[in-house]
């Protein structure tokens, strides 16, 4: 038998074709105060600046917030050139480190460019006065007198200086206290389709990843980790695992009881993640398996039906529904259960860390640079100042990597051996030690008038809170996971929303979209239910569901806008063709949903032959205010639509006495190429604040895929994944 032969990721992507003295700018804004302290101190030189021209007229931008294949390192240092009037292909971004100076960096809750767009395009603007100033200097003329372009400026009597020339001088001029943006119909590359910046290193194989990098010395890591949550090590016998080539040390890890404190285990420390990985097989451990030893999700999926058919706590409530329920012509009333998720990014948890002495050095893909410092100065009782935290390029995150763990184990582990060691995740791992989304039961009632119109609206919901993973013991849901069922879209007289008591049982973490995908689900399909119960049209009933133009009180600068709501589902309806003749067994279903401050629809056309299951064509409509980067909008909307898909027709994690059922992409599926349904992205074009776009295509997926099957068979699901019911 030949040998194996080593095709390293790199190596598969070329043999398959694919080859083929300067001005430092800091702000003074308010997030950014710290920041130009430190740059007071030491304006000649600081590696942790946003903008930096170089006499070259190379100009080097920093991104802030992590990059896991969204595109927030092209969209955020666009806004800076664009305003900066910058040559784009003079430009390259440079990766901030893990520190306070630049203000918040955790990437997550679809919110990196709905917080820095502003002050992004001020730096820029900044920048571009700063230069002006220099060349008016330069020339003894009015500023007045002198324009920006494309890394130059221009006089009037014809006259240029490129910005290279100019940033010694620049460097040199005070920072103007207010400056003048410019207006949207000049801009150049907001608002329009810019290839990623980092797409040749993507695609050729060259771009590094937090699994790619490497150190001198470096020592690799597998970590084994008690199958049942919280359970911890009572005994453990490495003997055979010492005796596996390449194998050196074997090190015990702590459960640290925070947050985001690793789980605890055993690791064994290798010249190479294959012998750790064999190593660690090789291990002999003994649990404490805990109070968790129990958990059954299929007990307690019943347990949670059980609350919500009972009173909870009153979160909203807006007129009278028992009299609404006790004087309807009609009620309708249904159940929902939706099951555990894992984020299963495609590059599994991994970190470096380097303790020296006091200090701590870490390499690793993560959303959360900050709590990463923060999780690793707590393990090692230092100051966060001794914490460096070099962010990598992230292969997926969807929310996983904001929760720093890993770095917690590499970090435990480095100070064990006094050497740099790189904890690798396996795809088990990831899948049975993850933070899982929540499962939870939703309960909707309505109260019908003789007319067909809604004139109650009940929704109680129970499921195990994030709060949990901060707080021990607590049972109910915040405020947070309650919002987007609260704020109810339709135009109904009686409202009412409650919560019902949950524990925990693994720990809970957001995932992309977070409780917006139970919600979503619910109250789409329900509305659904409602139509085909009077006998209406789902569009039509939906409309006027929704009812009057009007904006729902947020308590924030973003309105909850009916009129872009109605216009999102009106255009996703249109562009799907809604209404058209489709063949026998072909459906179309329909969603739409707020969150993250973005208005999103979705219509679907499915058919469902000998009962099985296929998505034929997506259409998906986004309302996001300004579109920093419409390839990026378009990226997200097409991710979303696989993503939700993925985890509607097969996502779900289960429980037997207390361990993880599903261990890899076999037993839980992500969707493959050849399912992946034809999808139309739509934006909706207008000058408003940038509001989210990374998560708020999700939601939407899953009823509407689920109102399409019952328009193609009648047939009405209230649970999820579908694979449970046979259909994929």
């Known amino acids: 038998m030949a040998g194996i032969k080593n095709i390293s990721r790199r190596g598969f992507i070329k043999n398959i074709g694919l080859a083929s003295g300067g001005f430092i700018l800091a702000t003074s804004l308010s997030s950014f105060t710290k920041f130009a302290e430190v740059v007071t101190e030491v304006k000649s ?13 190379s100009l080097i ?4 917030r992590s990059e896991m294949g969204q595109g927030i390192r092209t969209a955020l240092t666009s806004v800076i050139a664009d305003e900066m009037e910058a040559d784009w292909n003079r430009v390259s971004v440079k990766q901030a480190t893990g520190n306070a100076i630049y203000g918040n960096q955790n990437t997550d809750g679809s919110r990196s460019v709905r917080t820095l767009y502003q002050t992004m395009r001020v730096m820029g603007a900044t920048a ?5 100033t220099a060349a008016a200097k ?5 500023e007045s007198e002198c324009v920006a372009e494309n890394h130059f400026i221009t006089h009037t009597s014809g006259k240029k200086l490129g910005y290279g020339e100019l940033a010694p001088l620049a460097s040199t001029i005070d920072t103007p206290e207010h400056v003048t943006l410019k207006s949207p119909k000049d801009f150049k590359f ?4 810019l290839p990623s910046i980092d797409v040749h290193d993507f695609v050729n194989g060259s771009a590094i990843y937090g699994l790619d990098k490497r150190l001198p010395n470096l020592k690799f890591a597998a970590v ?8 911890t090590v009572k005994t453990f016998d490495k003997t055979e695992a010492l005796k596996i080539k390449g194998v050196l040390e074997v090190v015990e890890i702590p459960w640290v009881k925070r947050a985001y404190g690793a789980l605890g285990g055993v690791a064994v420390i290798a010249t190479n993640t294959w012998a750790a990985f064999k190593g660690r097989d090789a291990l002999k451990v003994t649990w404490d398996y805990g109070e968790n030893k129990d958990y059954n999700t299929e007990l307690f999926i019943n347990q949670l039906e059980e609350t919500v058919h009972k009173k909870g706590r009153v979160d909203k409530s807006i007129g009278n529904t028992e009299t609404a329920f006790s004087t309807a012509s009609n009620i309708v009333e249904h159940t929902y259960k939706l099951p555990h998720l894992a984020h299963t990014p495609m590059e599994v948890p991994n970190a470096i860390a380097w303790v020296q002495g006091d200090t701590c050095e870490v390499w690793a893909p993560v959303q959360a640079p900050q709590s990463a410092r923060k999780e690793v100065a707590n393990f090692l009782n230092i100051d966060e100042e001794k914490v460096t935290i070099n962010v990598q390029l992230l292969g997926g995150g969807f929310g996983r990597k904001a929760k720093p763990d890993y770095v917690v184990e590499a970090t435990a582990l480095s100070k064990a051996i006094n050497a740099p060691v790189q904890v690798v995740w396996s795809r088990e791992d990831d899948i049975k030690n993850a933070y899982y989304h929540t499962i939870s039961s939703q309960y909707l009632k309505a109260s019908l008038d003789k007319n067909g119109q809604v004139t109650g609206w009940l929704h109680r919901l129970a499921l195990p809170t994030i709060k949990s993973t901060f707080q021990h013991g607590a049972n109910t849901p915040q405020a947070g996971e309650l919002d987007s069922a609260v704020n109810v879209p339709y135009n109904i007289p009686n409202i009412q929303i409650e919560s019902g008591t949950s524990n925990a049982h693994l720990r809970i973490g957001w995932l992309r979209s977070v409780i917006n995908i139970p919600n979503a689900f619910c109250i789409n399909v329900f509305a659904d239910e409602l139509a085909a119960e009077t006998g209406k049209d789902p569009l039509e009933f939906r409309l006027n569901l929704i009812g009057p133009d009007r904006l729902e009180d947020t308590k924030n600068e973003y309105k909850y806008d009916t009129a872009k709501l109605k216009h999102v589902l009106k255009t996703a309806a249109k562009n799907i063709g809604y209404g058209k003749p489709l063949p026998k067994g072909h459906g179309i279903g329909l969603a739409v949903h707020y969150s993250f401050f973005s208005h999103v629809a979705t219509a679907i056309e499915v058919s469902v032959i000998d009962n099985k299951l296929k998505v034929h064509n997506v ?7 300004t579109a920093i980067n419409k390839n990026s909008v378009v990226a997200q909307m097409e991710g979303a639509t696989v993503f939700g898909l993925s985890l509607a027709m097969y996502g779900k994690i289960s429980t037997k006495n207390g361990v993880v059922e599903q261990s890899n992409f076999n037993d839980y599926q992500i969707l493959r190429m050849v399912d992946t349904p034809k999808t139309q992205v739509e934006i909706i074009e207008n000058n408003a604040k940038p509001t989210g ?5 999700v939601p939407v997926i899953a009823p509407a895929l689920v109102n399409a099957i019952f328009n193609a068979t009648g047939k009405r699901y209230r649970s999820l994944p579908l694979s449970e019911h046979g259909l994929v």
């Open 224 to 231: 084994k980790r008690c199958p049942v949550t919280f359970g």
């Open 190 to 193: 907001i608002g329009k389709q």
């Open 128 to 132: 571009k006065a700063m230069l002006i």
């Open 45 to 57: 030189f600081n590696p942790n600046l946003f903008i930096q021209l170089n006499p070259d007229g």
């Open 693 to 697: 776009v990374g998560e708020p295509g």
């Open 61 to 64: 931008l920093v991104a802030s």
């Open 138 to 142: 330069t020339w003894q003329v009015p």
């Open 619 to 625: 259409s998906i409509v986004i309302d996001c205010g």
